[in-house]
């Protein structure tokens, strides 16, 4: 047996238990399995941690990006330990300064977001303005530009003098026209979306991520917040990874402490408490709310299970 092997065996088995470990898809001809370049590797650990993280589940850029962890922690920390799990930022190579410190950060917002409700219009934005909700996010769907900037110019209405904050959901353009708080981009938005003017213009800017590789690309931007999920199953919004579970949370929280967090997909009141164990600072709910036969009620009850 290769001494690759053998490590990722090692790490394999001291994390069976974790809840870090998903089940690996099915592969075939047209979803071949991850590729490990042998050669770009710096050692056998990093090719050792890339090995055992496709084995738990973890999707080829993330196993990546945990095998050079993997190194750098085997490096950094006096040798090889398959109990470590890597969780420091140096470990990742994650900017070696603060938010504070970084003349490119976007402007902050409150490390602590609260309970953050994701509606689908202004109505219920207002609702929730109504209800006090400390964060809310308008996730409006249309191809209408007059009904998007309705939409938005309401919504930021209902917020205006109140003490929730919102959030718009991939139209950053005319939240900048309308003086919205925050904007909130996915992965793939961040391809089209002009980040300077979002940072110009003072909004603050939460990203989405699915996984190590996205946690370690944000942090090169450095935006207000950091969404981490889907945590569990969710049917409102294809997501490109399985759902990472409570495991992974609670790592991926650890790893990214130095921002403000918030965990989001399929989390419900019976979920809500062990999400926030995990030092998130805000639980993003959509369902939970607006399922609910008295969503005012159910603002304030599932802010009670997350400080419980």
Same mark, same amino acid.
Request: charged letters at 25%.
């Given at each position: 047996?290769?001494?690759?092997?053998?490590?990722?065996?090692?790490?394999? %088995?001291?994390?069976?238990?974790?809840?870090?470990?998903i +089940? &690996?898809?099915?592969? *075939?001809?047209?979803?071949p399995? +991850?590729?490990?370049? @042998?050669?770009?590797?710096v050692?056998?650990?990093?090719?050792?941690?890339?090995?055992?993280? &496709?084995?738990?589940?973890?999707?080829?850029?993330?196993?990546?990006?945990?095998?050079?962890?993997?190194?750098?922690?085997?490096?950094?920390?006096?040798?090889?330990?398959?109990?470590?799990?890597?969780?420091? $930022?140096?470990?990742?190579?994650?900017? $070696?300064w603060?938010?504070?410190?970084? +003349? @490119?950060?976007?402007?902050?917002?409150? #490390?602590r977001?609260?309970?953050?409700?994701?509606m689908?219009?202004?109505?219920?934005?207002?609702?929730?303005?109504?209800?006090?909700?400390?964060?809310?996010?308008?996730?409006?769907?249309?191809?209408?530009?007059?009904?998007?900037?309705?939409? &938005?110019?309401?919504?930021?209405?209902?917020?205006k003098?109140?003490?929730?904050?919102?959030?718009?959901?991939?139209?950053?353009?005319?939240?900048?026209d309308?003086?919205?708080?925050?904007?909130?981009?996915?992965?793939?938005?961040?391809?089209?979306?002009?980040?300077?003017?979002i940072?110009? %213009?003072?909004?603050?800017?939460?990203?989405?991520?699915?996984?190590?590789?996205?946690?370690?690309?944000?942090?090169?931007?450095?935006?207000?917040?950091?969404?981490?999920? %889907?945590?569990?199953?969710?049917?409102?919004? #294809?997501? +490109?990874?399985?759902?990472?579970?409570?495991?992974?949370?609670?790592?991926?929280?650890?790893?990214?402490?130095?921002?403000?967090?918030?965990?989001?997909?399929?989390?419900?009141?019976? *979920?809500?408490?062990?999400?926030?164990?995990?030092?998130?600072?805000?639980?993003?709910?959509?369902?939970?709310?607006?399922?609910?036969?008295?969503?005012?009620? %159910?603002?304030?009850?599932?802010?009670?299970?997350?400080?419980?």
């Amino acid at each position: 047996m290769s001494l690759i092997r053998d490590l990722a065996d090692q790490i394999v %088995a001291a994390h069976r238990n974790d809840d870090i470990c998903i +089940p &690996i898809p099915v592969f *075939s001809l047209n979803t071949p399995p +991850p590729q490990i370049d @042998n050669e770009a590797a710096v050692d056998h650990y990093e090719l050792a941690g890339a090995l055992a993280a &496709i084995e738990m589940g973890f999707i080829e850029s993330d196993a990546k990006t945990l095998g050079k962890a993997w190194s750098r922690m085997t490096l950094q920390d006096g040798g090889f330990n398959p109990f470590k799990w890597p969780n420091r $930022p140096e470990h990742f190579d994650l900017l $070696p300064w603060t938010r504070n410190m970084n +003349p @490119n950060a976007f402007k902050e917002c409150p #490390k602590r977001l609260g309970l953050y409700g994701v509606m689908p219009d202004a109505d219920w934005v207002k609702r929730m303005v109504d209800a006090e909700i400390p964060t809310v996010q308008l996730r409006f769907k249309s191809e209408d530009k007059s009904k998007i900037r309705k939409q &938005i110019k309401e919504s930021v209405a209902a917020v205006k003098d109140s003490k929730t904050l919102l959030f718009i959901n991939d139209y950053w353009q005319e939240a900048i026209d309308a003086g919205a708080y925050g904007v909130h981009l996915g992965q793939e938005d961040m391809e089209v979306a002009d980040l300077d003017e979002i940072r110009a %213009a003072g909004l603050r800017l939460g990203l989405s991520t699915h996984g190590y590789a996205e946690l370690a690309y944000a942090d090169r931007i450095c935006p207000s917040y950091i969404a981490m999920g %889907a945590v569990f199953p969710t049917n409102l919004k #294809k997501m +490109p990874t399985a759902p990472q579970g409570l495991g992974r949370l609670y790592q991926y929280a650890k790893l990214m402490s130095h921002y403000p967090l918030v965990a989001i997909g399929g989390i419900d009141q019976d *979920s809500i408490r062990a999400v926030a164990k995990s030092g998130v600072g805000s639980v993003a709910v959509v369902r939970a709310i607006t399922q609910a036969k008295d969503p005012k009620a %159910a603002v304030k009850h599932l802010q009670e299970l997350m400080q419980a």
